[in-house]
């Protein structure tokens, strides 16, 4: 193909793309910046936590050495849109129990997730699937570049309801973004994510189904 024809032709290209399940149409960031390039678009997603507080998002994981009963810990984490076509985004949260076994942490799977609650921003982002372990959360608004999401979360919370089983534990998240391209976004939605999004006018998603 001629390079005018690409220039000329990138929507119809991301359009193909997407329904072929090409690697444009996809991809992910494990706090990592991702990149993918077509001529002159670029579409690329950084994931990225406040600076606030001893803890730090590293590779999309982050951990909270010690928690108490009740805890109500405030961290807020955002997608950012780093190049130049706009996209939707979507973020996996997996959530688990920290112990310290021979001065390092490990996962205590034996402990329940559940007791873990994530404050996520309802009116933001949209809730597909959650289980004791893990939630699906799409962005409902087009992200422009430049631009970056509402905070994922506002807080985590900790149950009150925590036995001596919990003693000397901590929390930790692994969080994976991935986005589409706005671009024929219901086709790319259906055939990278796997779901129905319904988008109104505005370009916002209103709602999400398997």
């Known amino acids: 193909m001629k390079k005018k024809l690409i220039?000329?032709?990138v929507a119809a290209i991301l359009v193909m793309t997407?329904?072929?399940g090409g690697?444009?149409?996809y991809f992910q960031a494990d706090g990592r910046e991702v990149r993918q390039q077509l001529g002159t678009r670029r579409l690329g997603i950084s994931l990225m936590g406040d600076t606030e507080g001893p803890e730090r998002l590293q590779d999309g994981n982050l951990r909270f050495d010690t928690v108490m009963p009740g805890a109500e810990i405030k961290k807020e984490i955002f997608v950012e849109n780093t190049e130049n076509t706009e996209?939707?985004?979507r973020v996996t949260v997996s959530k688990y129990w920290l112990r310290r076994e021979n001065?390092?942490?490990e996962k205590a799977m034996d402990l329940n997730a559940?007791?873990?609650e994530l404050d996520y921003r309802e009116s933001d982002w949209?809730?597909?699937k959650e289980d004791t372990e893990q939630l699906v959360l799409y962005y409902t608004k087009p992200l422009a570049p430049g631009e970056r999401t509402a905070s994922i979360m506002d807080q985590i919370k900790i149950s009150t309801d925590i036995g001596n089983a919990y003693a000397n534990t901590g929390v930790g998240l692994d969080i994976e973004a991935d986005a589409v391209q706005t671009v024929a976004a219901k086709d790319a939605i259906l055939s990278e994510w796997g779901v129905l999004a319904t988008i109104d006018g505005n370009g916002v998603i209103t709602a999400v189904e398997e």
């Open 87 to 89: 996209l939707y985004a």
């Open 126 to 128: 949209l809730l597909l």
């Open 23 to 25: 690697s444009l149409a």
């Open 114 to 116: 559940e007791k873990i």
């Open 18 to 20: 997407a329904l072929i």
């Open 103 to 105: 001065g390092r942490l």
């Open 7 to 9: 220039l000329i032709g």
